[in-house]
């Protein structure tokens, strides 16, 4: 089994707080790792994320980013044309710092190479309800998605090929990787054909049964007006996509305006039943349209982007992270999306939970169905949740699935949270199994 890849993400006030030398070191020593890279545009999320308190950071406990903000320095000349201008640090100890250009400069001295990742969300949720609300995806009550970007809206779309344009001209980086939040899926109401939903490790439809899963896309996004349009323009019966969703939204929540006595009918006929998602579609070919249509912006957006890298410099791997599985309720059909994408990672982080059943459950049916989709041949990096609960043993055999389900390589998710156990199992892992490691 050949590996091309052991990387580890980084978040700019890690490196501030560990120093970047202290924390390549142990990668480098302990994991073995051949490639790092920062988050470069994090969103707003406790650090660490799934323990109360650091292991090892020398400096604080607990840290509390702001929202969406960059870590690289800011290009102004490459946002002159976008209406939406990213945020950097106001933080002292962050802001006036590259913290990309620092990490390359390190890595290269010891030659690992270096990546940058945009995260979930790229614009805050402020400046998304008082500046660009027109940007934001809508869902069909017409409610304003958080502060996810309907990615058919020009300034939108013009905001992150500009971001991704800065990337490629100004840093020798080997790939940029963006895990960014595409079309919202919503999580259903809690006692959905008697699922109690949890919040698990960082899954929102893994336990859905596939008809729950095409039910939160109905009530994601987007219905805004530019999506309405544009979709009407591709000779979709936009009005009868919307009256058919707004009929499950009713039977979903019948406390809502498009609750009825008929929609709290058909609530319990769904509930009760046996029916499936084929039926649906059957019985709804509108809703499929609609998939479609999702799907079709999705690949656009791909290709833009993946046009916009490699016109600057096509050494650059586009990667992205697929951060829930059957990612298709984001939007994202992965066979179709494929050409446009040098690599794909696997965000499951199922070694965290603790178990080694709920990790052999979870990793190896998502790695499988990834592998599927995209190809033999297509570079395949398999995340490794290195963070407690996560323990030297199931990290093992998160490595053996990874490499048994075709993986191409691991990305440590993530180093602030790790035990150094748990990341010296890396390479135990890598040794056991008699994994080469082919830079
Ligand atoms: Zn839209």
Redesign the pocket.
């Known amino acids: 089994m050949i590996f091309k890849e052991i990387t580890a993400s980084l978040y700019p006030w890690d490196l501030h707080d560990e120093g970047v030398d202290v924390i390549l070191d142990n990668l480098q020593n302990y994991s073995g790792v051949n490639a790092v890279y920062l988050v470069g545009l994090m969103h707003y999320e406790k650090r660490p994320l799934t323990d109360y308190y650091y292991p090892h950071n020398p400096v604080r406990k607990v840290f509390f980013p702001e929202d969406s903000r960059i870590y690289w320095q800011l290009h102004p000349e490459f946002y002159r044309d976008s209406r939406i201008k990213p945020l950097t640090s106001t933080r002292d100890f962050l802001k006036d710092i590259d913290w990309l250009e620092l990490l390359i400069k390190s890595g290269e001295k010891r030659g690992l190479r270096v990546g940058v990742e945009i995260s979930h969300t790229i614009v805050d949720r402020l400046r998304a309800k008082d500046e660009f609300p027109e940007c934001i995806?809508?869902d069909i009550f017409g409610n304003r998605l958080g502060q996810i970007l309907?990615?058919?809206?020009p300034d939108s779309r013009n905001y992150v090929l500009s971001l991704y344009r800065d990337l490629a001209s100004n840093y020798n980086i080997y790939m940029i990787q963006t895990c960014m939040i595409l079309f919202v899926n919503r999580r259903l109401p809690d006692d959905w054909r008697g699922i109690k939903s949890e919040w698990g490790t960082n899954l929102i439809n893994t336990d859905y049964d596939s008809l729950g899963q095409l039910l939160s896309i109905l009530l994601g996004?987007?219905?805004?007006?530019?999506?309405?349009k544009?979709a009407k323009d591709k000779g979709i019966d936009i009005e009868r996509v919307m009256s058919t969703v707004k009929l499950f939204a009713g039977a979903l929540h019948p406390e809502s305006d498009f609750g009825s006595p008929e929609t709290f009918h058909l609530r319990n006929l769904l509930k009760g039943s046996n029916v499936n998602v084929t039926e649906i579609l059957l019985e709804y070919p509108e809703i499929f349209d609609w998939i479609r249509f999702r799907c079709d912006?999705v690949t656009e957006l791909f290709k833009d982007i993946y046009d916009t890298i490699k016109s600057i410099n096509p050494s650059i791997e586009f990667r992205y992270n697929t951060y829930i599985p059957n990612s298709e309720v984001s939007g994202l059909d992965l066979k179709l999306v494929s050409p446009y994408l040098d690599s794909v990672r696997c965000s499951d982080y199922s070694e965290q939970s603790g178990s080694k059943e709920i990790l052999q459950s979870r990793k190896t049916p998502w790695l499988l169905n990834i592998r599927r989709q995209i190809g033999d041949e297509k570079k395949f990096i398999s995340a490794i949740g290195i963070r407690p609960k996560a323990t030297p043993e199931l990290i093992k055999e998160g490595v053996k699935i990874s490499a048994f389900c075709g993986a191409d390589g691991l990305s440590l998710g993530h180093y602030d949270g790790a035990t150094f156990a748990n990341l010296k199992a890396i390479r135990e892992a890598i040794e056991e199994n008699y994994i080469i490691l082919q830079s």
């Open positions: 995806q809508k309907c990615w058919n809206n996004g987007c219905f805004c007006p530019v999506c309405q544009k912006s």
